[in-house]
């Protein structure tokens, strides 16, 4: 994880790093650099960021994850990788390259409510670092 990333999460609780195995299969999905060198050192975890807060799931439940929340089914093209712990996830949209973050909610979950946060993972939590508890 590059020394950024680890200054935005210095608030940060987490566990140890995911196992090369499971961070293979990620790969596969085509997720972007700065999210997946997360997991070299970390693998899940909570926190403030800033004013917000973030919970980022284990590497080896994101595919369950979104098994479990039907993201295909109600907001095909996105891929959940936590939540603000409030109702909402937060996701990448695979629908466009370089895939952005969006926030959506959990309940009543659909693509229409898919809101923009951010360009990227990296500006996701820069995002969130200088925020004052909103992100919209």
Do not use: C
């Amino acid at each position: 994880m590059n020394e950024n990333l680890k200054a935005v999460l210095d608030d940060f609780s987490f566990d140890g790093g995911a196992s090369k195995d499971t961070l293979a299969e990620l790969e596969y999905l085509g997720l972007s650099d700065d999210f997946l060198s997360i997991f070299d050192e970390l693998n899940g975890g909570e926190g403030f960021v800033g004013e917000e807060y973030l919970i980022l799931w284990k590497a080896e439940e994101l595919l369950p994850f979104n098994i479990e929340y039907e993201v295909d089914k109600y907001a095909p093209g996105i891929f959940l990788f936590g939540s603000n712990g409030g109702g909402e996830g937060f996701g990448f949209d695979t629908r466009s390259k370089p895939y952005k973050i969006v926030e959506i909610p959990f309940i009543g979950m659909d693509l229409q409510y898919a809101t923009l946060v951010a360009e990227s993972f990296t500006h996701l939590l820069e995002r969130m670092k200088v925020s004052d508890g909103s992100l919209f």
